[in-house]
């Protein structure tokens, strides 16, 4: 393969793989019942006037599987971070005990197990997107690459192996989403 098409195949990979990340990012977001730390990751307080992340004002950890610990650097913090936690519309009921924030994580319902694969799958979809996407965007520079006088059946091998790419990591979407549906309907 001349450097042109192993470039593009480089970088369709490197996209693809991108799309993969940003797809196990959002899937810890989405919550199976289980306390996690990064369920709180999309809560911003107002921290002096600026939108801070709540990592980024105090500790979170969870000491058992059914509540998330938030203790303020500041103890001036821990209204806002009520506050803020509420806000952000998690079904989460803050407990403020004046040094720190419980936040016990409701156990799921059966519909909103449901809610959270369809959630789960439209992340998903939105990877496969992602990821035809890239590739596309090989293939047309591949074809550009041949109008420019690269031989045909370089290009072909190229588009091949982008497509053989493509379904490599169609393949690993469809496992981490299986994997994540049966960590949410798992009670």
């Given at each position: 393969m001349?450097?042109?098409?192993?470039?593009?195949?480089?970088?369709?990979?490197?996209?693809?793989?991108?799309?993969?990340?940003?797809?196990?990012?959002?899937?810890?977001k989405?919550?199976?019942?289980?306390?996690n730390?990064?369920?709180?990751?999309?809560?911003?307080?107002?921290?002096?006037?600026?939108?801070?992340?709540?990592?980024?004002?105090?500790?979170?950890?969870?000491?058992?599987?059914?509540?998330?610990?938030?203790?303020?650097?500041?103890?001036?913090?821990?209204g806002?971070?009520?506050?803020?936690?509420?806000?952000?519309?998690?079904?989460?009921?803050?407990?403020?005990?004046?040094?720190?924030?419980r936040?016990?994580v409701?156990?799921?319902?059966?519909?909103?197990?449901?809610?959270?694969?369809?959630?789960?799958?439209?992340?998903?979809?939105?990877?496969?997107?992602?990821?035809?996407?890239?590739?596309?965007?090989?293939?047309?520079?591949?074809?550009?690459?041949?109008?420019?006088g690269?031989?045909?059946?370089?290009?072909?091998?190229l588009?091949?192996?982008i497509?053989?790419?493509?379904?490599?990591?169609?393949?690993?979407?469809?496992?981490?989403?299986?994997?994540?549906?049966?960590?949410?309907?798992?009670?």
């Open positions: 001349s450097e042109e098409t192993v470039f593009l195949y480089d970088e369709a990979e490197e996209k693809m793989a991108n799309a993969i990340k940003h797809l196990e990012r959002e899937l810890v989405i919550r199976a019942g289980k306390a730390p990064q369920m709180l990751d999309s809560v911003k307080v107002d921290y002096y006037g600026t939108m801070t992340p709540l990592n980024q004002v105090s500790n979170i950890n969870t000491p058992d599987p059914k509540s998330i610990v938030v203790q303020p650097w500041e103890k001036t913090m821990l806002p971070i009520e506050k803020a936690i509420q806000a952000a519309n998690l079904g989460f009921n803050p407990q403020n005990d004046g040094t720190i924030i936040v016990i409701p156990p799921l319902t059966e519909e909103r197990r449901r809610d959270l694969v369809k959630k789960a799958k439209a992340e998903a979809e939105n990877c496969k997107v992602s990821i035809r996407n890239a590739r596309r965007e090989a293939i047309d520079s591949g074809k550009k690459l041949e109008k420019e690269t031989p045909e059946d370089e290009v072909k091998r588009e091949n192996d497509q053989d790419l493509t379904n490599e990591f169609i393949q690993k979407v469809d496992m981490l989403v299986e994997a994540k549906e049966k960590d949410i309907m798992t009670i």
